[in-house]
């Protein structure tokens, strides 16, 4: 199957910095990739919806200057945190569309992030 | 919410046993997913049954989905320790292209 290369798989900052979450489709190109973001124990929950050349498209109650996504190639979607705080700790998952009639979804091995 | 049902949020079997898990959903569907995801991992997606089957299998598992009751359920059969992990059910959303996940099923095997 497809397969997606994310990274850094985990990553440890101090309150107020910015991470950047890199989200690589790697035998196949992706006009379109999705991040999420899962609590523990919890499912996923669609954060925004990343467009090859174009900008992303925020889901309600997340906030496009916090999560700044960029898509700037066919293959590569990225996420960056900004200003990061203790309550931003999460599972950041990234995941590419092979078929947007099916919405089968390729993913990443995910993102832990822990804000101190 | 984003989310479906899902049921059970837990089970805990013994190796060999079947496991059965259940979704709901509320709106009309063209297929309906099911993923696979080891604790702190990524999802793996498991098997696709669209919106005219009513059954689908892959190896020890099996898919069944029934429209008129908006709910499918993914029965693994002859569990194995190895099988231990989440399972969610997932769909595009009405109209859209946007894959939702319901809420999961947390499967513990027992060796």
Same mark, same amino acid.
């Given at each position: ?10 990553? &440890? ?7 950047? &979450? ?46 700044? &996504? ?22 950041? &998952? ?23 | ?111």
């Amino acid at each position: 199957g497809a397969v997606v290369s994310q990274h850094p798989s985990w990553v &440890i900052c101090k309150s107020g910095t910015s991470v950047k &979450i890199e989200c690589r489709s790697l035998d196949f190109q992706a006009t379109t990739m999705f991040w999420y973001r899962q609590f523990p124990k919890q499912s996923l929950m669609l954060m925004a919806t990343s467009n090859e050349g174009s900008k992303a498209t925020y889901e309600q109650g997340v906030e496009k200057d916090k999560f700044l &996504i960029n898509h700037a190639s066919l293959t590569l979607s990225t996420l960056t945190v900004t200003s990061a705080h203790p309550e931003d700790s999460s599972f950041y &998952i990234c995941s590419a569309s092979f078929s947007l009639n099916t919405g089968e979804l390729f993913f990443g091995e995910g993102s832990r992030l822990t804000v101190l | 919410s984003q989310q479906g049902e899902e049921d059970p949020q837990a089970l805990s079997i013994q190796e060999g046993e079947n496991a059965t898990m259940n979704c709901s959903y509320k709106t009309s569907i063209n297929n309906l997913q099911w993923y696979r995801q080891n604790s702190g991992r990524g999802l793996v997606h498991l098997i696709l049954i669209r919106s005219n089957e009513r059954e689908k299998h892959s190896g020890r598992l099996r898919v069944t989905l029934d429209t008129s009751k908006k709910s499918s359920s993914l029965l693994i059969t002859a569990s194995r320790a190895a099988d231990t992990a989440s399972y969610f059910c997932a769909r595009l959303n009405t109209g859209g292209f946007k894959t939702i996940f319901g809420a999961g099923t947390r499967l513990f095997v027992k060796a």
